[in-house]
């Protein structure tokens, strides 16, 4: 017997989860009102990016979708840089349509997290934007993870595989159209907009969708992290998200990638550049964690 929709629960990262959708059938909106892609975008996208970011490289940086936005190389290492988080990634293909990069498990990642040293989940909900924070060398712990970002899209798509390497499911994390620089310092930069997709692996073709952390949204609005306005705009994204992507199977969703597997030099743990931007990404603080 399946899953009931609306059935609620806590997902392996201690976030909550609602089942929202199965493929195949009709997306229910989750936002209260529809507006184009553009305008929710525009809601989210501020001029406040580069403070989040805290690096000159952001200013100098190109949106995807822009003509003159540059190309990496396969095999390439880059940064996937969310604000104050930064990870690693090595490039698999980028084209048009967007770009294709994989993270080894073991790999170097820069994290945010509370300066009394609480991982993130276990701050209560209602201080977690709250808190001051520190930046952390951490790994990517459990098996790689193959990243999506479609060109000028809201949200990457990222496919999670188990210990033996068969498709555990695919993550759609809602953030800003990506930006990019090249050169020395290639990275793509981005900001997490809290709220995700997730696509179970089983019942192929009416997998069930879950949407997660609803609840943290709800704090961000309420310790300042977003207007209410805002918080809606999100909520817009992620309809998008599910009907023009989930449930139409738009790309990267119909190629296959749940099944690709790295390489061996692919798949060598990756470590985070010795530059001086990144030593001062090593030295930031902030007093309050909805900072970047």
Do not use: C
Not at 25 to 38: E, G, K, N, Q
Not at 70 to 85: A, H
Not at 188 to 202: G, H, K, N, P, Y
Not at 235 to 242: E, I, Y
């Amino acid at each position: 017997m399946r899953t009931p929709q609306g059935t609620t629960g806590v997902s392996a990262s201690g976030g909550t989860v609602e089942l929202v959708g199965r493929r195949g059938a009709d997306w229910t909106r989750i936002a209260t009102a529809s507006r184009p892609l553009a305008e929710a975008i525009a809601e989210l996208d501020t001029p406040d990016q580069s403070t989040a970011h805290a690096d000159p490289a952001y200013e100098r940086s190109v949106a995807s979708s822009s003509p003159s936005a540059p190309r990496f190389e396969v095999g390439q290492q880059i940064l996937w840089r969310y604000g104050r988080v930064i990870e690693t990634a090595r490039v698999v293909r980028d084209d048009d349509r967007g770009l294709v990069a994989w993270t080894p498990s073991g790999s170097a990642r820069l994290d945010a997290v509370p300066s009394d040293g609480r991982r993130p989940r276990e701050v209560p909900l209602e201080e977690r934007f709250l808190v001051p924070w520190s930046a952390v060398e951490r790994t990517w712990t459990g098996p790689g993870i193959l990243r999506v970002a479609p060109t000028g899209m809201p949200w990457s798509v990222w496919f999670f595989r188990r210990e033996d390497g068969t498709p555990d499911g695919v993550y759609i994390n809602i953030e800003l159209p990506h930006r990019r620089i090249g050169g020395e310092e290639a990275a793509v930069f981005t900001r997490d907009l809290v709220l995700d997709l997730w696509i179970d692996a089983e019942h192929r073709g009416e997998e069930d969708i879950w949407l997660k952390d609803e609840d943290e949204l709800l704090a961000a609005v309420d310790q300042g992290r977003f207007s209410p306005r805002q918080a809606e705009a999100v909520r817009m994204l992620a309809d998008h998200a599910g009907a023009d992507l989930i449930m139409a199977a738009a790309w990267p969703l119909d190629e296959g990638w749940e099944e690709w597997t790295p390489d061996e030099h692919t798949d060598l743990p990756l470590v985070l550049p010795a530059t001086p931007s990144m030593a001062a990404a090593r030295a930031r603080s902030g007093v309050r964690s909805s900072q970047g």
